[in-house]
């Protein structure tokens, strides 16, 4: 009886112990219930790494459509961890496809080489003046599987440059003695048809040089062969396409040096992509019909002669540096910069201010036009 008192007491403390737990799980619902660093999907760098806070947490989005990095993981409410091509910055099925091998191919560009096959698969296409003011493409391929491949020509120097940074295999027949001394030197995947015939074939429908053809089968035989069985290609930042209403930049002209290598860019609104013409004669894949990018990419760049090589005058294009750029997408233009600080490094773009300019998903076409007598317009 004489401690009967502490009933009332013990089952205070209780009811107080009750009230304090549910006070703080209803704090902590409120918290988790507001987004903070962690809540959200997170954000990474082109080249894949998480971008972070001062004290080392990462960024996350917390709400609307976000500009992604290619190939970055975002954990979603729908369905888990989404990924994007390092190239194309489309969905992909799964983390491994991201690191499936890259194959790029020189295309040639000539009018007796046209129309060529492979193009419209081409993920990232980068073309420049390999000749006489005639035009070539590296075409790199990743995720796409194109039946065929051609016609494959010559290298140059600097197409390794703008190749390296996608860690790809370089694909070609021959090339300017500057680049076989750089492309054979054991520093990259080298699959020349000249030191791997049996891969390639010359068609009898059309003369030489212009007739070197390759497949998917055989390329990723080759590359299986020599134990190139994966890539880790740096990437741009990506963001979903969204047409403006007025379209600003619905006809593009790209001015090389004159001819047949000049080239007109089209915008379809429906599709929200560019249709190509080599001046005014539609550009188009042997199989698969009209090129029409996503994304069009025309960058000044300091070019002009350079050494004799095989008893030609080879172009010079200076690939690392910086200069003015052109993003042409959803109907409008970004004028912006264009950098490249080493050979690893992939091209970034950068707008007035500074800030990386991200690219709608899709086929990219990506064109070096020469500074002192190249030009760019639109309308």
């Not at 420049?128 to 120097?157: D, N």
């Not at 089209?266 to 013409?277: A, F, V």
């Not at 019909?289 to 300091?302: E, H, R, Y």
């Amino acid at each position: 009886m004489k401690r009967s008192w502490l009933i009332p007491l013990l089952l205070a403390a209780v009811l107080c112990s009750a009230i304090a737990v549910s006070a703080c799980k209803s704090d902590a619902t409120a918290a988790s219930s507001t987004p903070t660093s962690g809540s959200g999907p997170t954000v990474t760098n082109a080249d894949g790494t998480v971008v972070t806070n001062p004290d080392g947490t990462a960024v996350t989005t917390t709400g609307g459509t976000p500009d992604t990095a290619a190939g970055q993981t975002t954990d979603t409410t729908a369905g888990g961890p989404k990924y994007y091509s390092l190239l194309t910055g489309e969905p992909v099925a799964s983390e491994a496809d991201l690191t499936k091998p890259v194959t790029g191919f020189m295309i040639d560009n000539h009018t007796a080489a046209r129309p060529q096959s492979g193009i419209k698969q081409g993920e990232v296409i980068i073309e420049a003046i390999a000749e006489a003011g005639i035009t070539r493409f590296l075409v790199l391929y990743q995720q796409h599987q194109p039946a065929l491949v051609g016609p494959v020509r010559s290298l140059r120097v600097y197409d390794i440059d703008w190749a390296v940074p996608f860690d790809c295999s370089i694909g070609h027949v021959g090339g300017a003695e500057s680049a076989l001394k750089e492309v054979r030197n054991g520093k990259y995947r080298d699959i020349d048809m000249f030191r791997n015939g049996a891969y390639y074939w010359r068609s009898d429908d059309r003369l030489a040089p212009h007739n070197v053809y390759i497949s998917y089968e055989k390329f990723s035989k080759l590359n299986l062969k020599k134990g190139y069985t994966s890539s880790d290609p740096k990437g741009f930042p990506r963001v979903d396409g969204s047409p403006v209403a007025t379209p600003d930049a619905a006809t593009v002209n790209v001015h090389l040096a004159g001819g047949a290598h000049d080239s007109r860019y089209e915008y379809d609104k429906t599709t929200n992509t560019y249709r190509r013409y080599n001046r005014d004669t539609l550009f188009v894949d042997r199989e698969e019909g009209p090129v029409t990018p996503s994304v069009v990419i025309a960058f000044m760049v300091d070019e002009g002669k350079g050494k004799v090589e095989d008893g030609i005058v080879r172009e010079r294009i200076a690939t690392i540096g910086s200069g003015r750029a052109y993003i042409f997408q959803n109907g409008t233009v970004i004028q912006c910069e264009w950098h490249k600080e080493t050979q690893a490094k992939q091209l970034s773009f950068t707008d007035a201010s500074g800030n990386p300019v991200s690219l709608v998903r899709g086929q990219t076409w990506i064109v070096a036009v020469p500074r002192a007598y190249g030009k760019v317009t639109w309308s």
